[in-house]
């Protein structure tokens, strides 16, 4: 009998162990993404033996976690059967994709998720822009050195300084966009009143001591580290490039690799993420079953 309940800050203890043992690189695979977006998506979570399961509306992500797939999944079917719904997995990484493939053939249908792809890539290209194809990037951070700068490890003592940033970010887009501009507000703010009990980790960049842009993100696994929220102004030239350098630079140099999350099929979004030359996409599918 799976029981899922609001996700609350208390069960970062026993999640955590679960994502683990996972070892998935995508974003919904990390506590605080679950947490920051759990009234946005309806996000309920379950414990079955060691897997976590996240349920999105009416749908679910692949289970993270260690164990017998086939028995979680039969227990997930037949939690539907007694919903009167359909069973399926919103969001699944290619890894359980290929496994459910070989488990149930045909009677699966799977659908790529390409807004949803993570955008994945090489710490040291992050971190120091060397060549050719970072040419623009470095443009315009020479340009934003110009200004009297400084950087802040994000702490207790500035964490109104980043909320200062946000409000302001909020003020210069909600004219040209919709409700998710307050709803993607909401969730920024929402990591900066748990940042410690989260554990994330966040830079902040001032000019002439003003704050004008932060971000922040946590540790996926021993290899990958997953940048949430990047919010800058539009009065400098070059802040998000710079933050995001600063910030990239001063990371652990175990992180092999940098996530920075899916671009939601915005176009615009899409043409920013792919500047910076992922070395990766991490593949999500939507699986559906045919009961």
């Not at 679950?34 to 309920?44: D, G, H, T």
């Not at 249908?109 to 060549?131: I, K, M, P, S």
Request: charged share 30%; proline share 3%; hydrophobic share 30%.
């Amino acid at each position: 009998m799976l029981e899922f309940c609001d996700i609350k800050l208390e069960d970062k203890e026993w999640i955590k162990p679960l994502l683990n043992l996972s070892g998935y690189r995508g974003c919904e695979y990390t506590f605080g993404n679950n947490f920051l977006w759990s009234s946005a998506y309806n996000i309920k979570v379950a414990r079955y033996k060691n897997f976590y399961i996240v349920q999105s509306g009416d749908n679910y992500f692949y289970p993270a976690g260690k164990g017998d797939i086939p028995e979680v999944i039969s227990v997930l079917r037949q939690h539907c059967k007694e919903q009167g719904r359909a069973f399926c997995f919103a969001s699944s990484p290619k890894s359980g994709m290929e496994l459910l493939k070989e488990l149930y053939g045909d009677s699966i249908q799977v659908t790529e998720n390409r807004d949803f792809f993570d955008y994945c890539y090489n710490y040291n290209d992050l971190a120091n822009l060397v060549g050719k194809k970072f040419h623009s990037k470095r443009n315009f951070i020479n340009r934003f050195e110009n200004n009297s700068w400084s950087y802040e490890e994000i702490t207790l003592d500035n964490l109104s300084d980043c909320k200062q940033v946000l409000r302001q970010w909020y003020e210069e887009n909600k004219e040209d966009h919709d409700a998710s501009i307050l709803q993607e507000t909401e969730v920024a703010d929402k990591g900066l009143d748990n940042f410690t009990q989260l554990d994330f980790i966040g830079g902040l960049l001032k000019v002439e001591g003003k704050p004008v842009a932060f971000t922040y993100g946590e540790r996926i696994n021993n290899d990958i580290f997953d940048v949430h929220v990047e919010k800058a102004l539009s009065t400098y030239d070059g802040s998000y490039p710079m933050i995001n350098k600063q910030f990239v630079s001063r990371l652990s140099p175990e992180y092999k690799y940098i996530n920075r999350e899916e671009d939601m099929g915005e176009e615009n979004l899409r043409k920013a993420k792919l500047s910076y030359h992922p070395v990766f996409m991490e593949e999500k599918f939507r699986i559906t079953f045919n009961d």
